[in-house]
């Protein structure tokens, strides 16, 4: 299995930043990491979890939904197998907890047909 490792949560002040890493490891048969498309997703209590951002390993430009764009920005680096959340202007209204997410081949916005999940990591922003 791909196993999937968040880090880089924290509490922050609104306006500020962090940036969260999504470390991956393992690799399935006749594919290779590069060929999963990598995500974040986010929960706050009592919430669905939704759609955060996506990008392919191997290629593909980044997704944002509507709520984060222009503030966020989805990368990874392929040669560490990780993929990162740079999350700039931070409001209240962001916090929740975040996961990060592989599929093989496609992303989706709807959280159910990713195959993969992390943890997750706590990000609070104060008012």
């Known amino acids: 299995q791909v196993q999937l490792v968040e880090s880089g949560g924290g509490l922050v002040q609104a306006g500020g930043s962090l940036r969260l890493s999504c470390a991956a490891s393992?690799?399935?048969?006749?594919?290779?990491?590069?060929?999963?498309?990598m995500g974040w997703f986010r929960q706050a209590p009592g919430k669905e979890r939704e759609f955060v951002a996506a990008?392919?390993?191997?290629?593909?430009?980044?997704y944002y939904a509507d709520s984060v764009k222009g503030r966020f920005t989805i990368s990874r680096d392929n040669a560490k197998n990780t993929v990162y959340l740079q999350m700039n202007s931070l409001k209240p209204e962001d916090t929740a907890v975040y996961y990060c997410?592989?599929?093989?081949?496609?992303?989706?916005?709807?959280?159910?047909?990713?195959?993969?999940w992390g943890q997750g990591t706590q990000v609070t922003v104060s008012s």
């Open positions: 997410a592989a599929n093989p081949g496609s992303w989706y916005p709807d959280p159910h047909p990713w195959d993969y």
């Open positions: 393992g690799a399935a048969s006749g594919r290779t990491f590069s060929s999963y498309a």
């Open positions: 990008i392919n390993w191997s290629g593909g430009s980044p």
